[in-house]
């Protein structure tokens, strides 16, 4: 289905889960045809870079489990956080196995991850925001993660102990997982405007992950 093809005005409005999946399909094949994401993805680029993206993650992270920590306060907020996508722990374990154990001290975070860090540390406790901010990132570490990850063992050699942020030890099949979460983000009790809102949230915190490669493509590309 395309965003031409959703329902009209007088059928039943599309679920949110749609709209954000169609919403922001342009931008999901923009983020994923970037030249570093092909690049690492091919093999042509080195575990330093995919180190890098690690590090920026680490930072992205923490602002968003930092929102999902005061949201699961909030009745609706709260059945969109699951602890078993928490990543913030798995990004620690890979970037001491990259960098060492002085990998706090070592990392540098990006201007691209300081805007988007900000971003989300500005609108992450309201409803629409995260489920925005939350979807565009766990939805797709889940989907085209598990791509990646494959890339990452097949090119650099890298196994469990630099992958764990793509690996989710609670949940062993991403599909009945992702179908979960979908009819969660479609029992919010959301007014229109708040899902035209939420849609929008995403497409930015897409162009915001597109924004990193840009900068990260600059350095190892
Ligand atoms: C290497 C780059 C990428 C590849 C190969 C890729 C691939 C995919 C694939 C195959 C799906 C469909 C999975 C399914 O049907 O369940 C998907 C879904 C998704 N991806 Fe990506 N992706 C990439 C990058 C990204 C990035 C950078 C983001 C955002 C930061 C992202 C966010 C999403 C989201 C939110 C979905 C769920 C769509 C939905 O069903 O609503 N992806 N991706």
Redesign the pocket.
């Known amino acids: 289905m395309t965003a031409e093809t959703l329902p009209a005005t007088d059928a039943a409005p599309a679920s949110l889960?749609l709209r954000?999946?169609e919403g922001?399909r342009p931008e999901?094949e923009q983020?994923?045809t970037t030249g570093f994401?092909e690049k690492l993805?091919g093999g042509e680029l080195d575990v330093a870079a995919y180190t890098d993206l690690a590090a920026q993650q680490y930072a992205i992270y923490g602002a968003l489990e930092q929102a999902s920590a005061q949201i699961r306060d909030d009745a609706q907020g709260a059945t969109l956080v699951f602890d078993e996508l928490t990543r913030t722990p798995s990004i620690e374990k890979d970037l001491a196995f990259l960098v060492g154990s002085d990998w706090a001290t070592e990392i540098r975070i990006l201007p691209a991850t300081e805007a988007y860090v900000a971003r989300l540390l500005e609108v992450g406790t309201s409803l629409s925001a995260y489920a925005a901010h939350a979807?565009?990132?766990y939805?797709?570490d889940l989907?085209?993660g598990q791509?990646?990850k494959r890339m990452m063992e097949r090119h650099y050699g890298l196994g469990p102990d630099g992958l764990a942020f793509y690996t989710f030890d609670e949940i062993p099949k991403?599909?009945p997982f992702?179908d979960v979460y979908?009819e969660r983000l479609d029992s919010l009790d959301l007014t229109d405007e708040q899902i035209a809102e939420t849609v929008e949230e995403a497409k930015l915190?897409?162009r915001l992950?597109s924004a990193l490669f840009a900068e990260l493509g600059a350095i190892h590309c």
């Open positions: 889960s954000l999946r922001t999901h983020a994923e994401v993805m979807y565009t990132r939805l797709g989907s085209g791509i990646i991403a599909k992702k979908r915190a897409f992950n």
